[in-house]
């Protein structure tokens, strides 16, 4: 990155536009740390991976206690065959 100094010297009477200028420098900025995605990535998947086990417990919990019964309203058995 490309730089420059401008300074004023009030006790040389330099005012506005008047003023001493630098040459030009280059600077090289280190490049920041840039995050890795992995870690979010594994908290959203940890975290929907936990919402769906709370569904589903709470669907099997309200639901699984309740008896299975057969389209015609009593429980279904077998029919019986003749040999």
Do not use: C, K
């Not at 594994?42 to 699984?64: C, D, F, K, P, S």
Request: net charge positive.
């Amino acid at each position: 990155m490309p730089i420059a100094f401008s300074v004023w010297d009030g006790m040389s009477r330099e005012r506005g536009n008047h003023r001493g200028l630098s040459t030009w420098y280059s600077v090289y900025m280190e490049p920041q740390a840039v995050p890795s995605v992995v870690g979010p990535m594994i908290q959203t998947a940890l975290l929907i991976l936990v919402m769906e086990l709370a569904v589903i417990g709470l669907v099997r919990w309200r639901y699984g206690s309740r008896p299975q019964r057969a389209l015609g309203g009593g429980p279904s058995q077998p029919a019986a065959t003749q040999v």
